[in-house]
Every structure is written in C-alpha cells, then in structure tokens.
C-alpha cells in the first residue's frame, strides 16, 4: 500500500512551497466540501512522490552521492525560499523553527 500523509493548507491556496514538477493530479486529493474554508485537507501520496525522485536522481543506477546532492540542493531551496538559512559559510546562527514561524503566510 501507499502511505497518505495529512497537508494543512491555509485558506484556498495550495501551498506555493510545495514542488509540483514531480507530481500528478492523482498524487494530490481535492478537498472535500466544507462549511470552513480555513482549514482545508489535503493528502499526499509520499511513498510514490519520493520513489519516482529517487528513480530520476540517481538511485536507479546506485548513484547515492548524486541522490545526496539532489537532497543538499533541494534542503537548500526550501531553507532559503522560506528564510530558515542557518548563517553563512563561516558562521552557523541558529534559527528557531517554531509553530508561529511555519504559519506565516509566504
């Protein structure tokens, strides 16, 4: 079996985080129909959603130091895309991931 993962999304977007090159209608249900547009539900496919980017990055030929620099450049984008670098090449500064700072709206 597939594995479905619970996504909270605010409001009626669909998340503009989420990378959608690799994914389907089929891998993203639509919501059902309720009274509160607030907290809407969405389920992924994940087990299917990372097979297929392990297939096309390197692990189809047991190439796991491509694999690597796939998920290194991938963490990166999301690090940066929502503010969460952790300082710069010499210097780490800590950054606190907190409930307040994934529900800002980016």
Do not use: W
């Amino acid at each position: 079996g597939t594995s479905l993962v619970p996504v909270r999304a605010q409001g009626g977007s669909s998340g503009a985080m989420a990378d959608t090159n690799n994914m389907t209608q089929s891998d993203v249900q639509p919501p059902e129909a309720e009274a509160n547009k607030e907290n809407i539900l969405y389920s992924l496919k994940v087990l299917s959603v990372v097979k297929e980017a392990q297939l096309a990055h390197g692990l189809r030929h047991n190439d796991y130091q491509l694999y690597r620099q796939y998920c290194s450049r991938r963490i990166r984008r999301l690090r940066k895309n929502l503010n969460l670098i952790q300082g710069d090449r010499k210097n780490f500064r800590k950054k606190e991931v907190t409930v307040e700072v994934l529900k800002e709206d980016k």
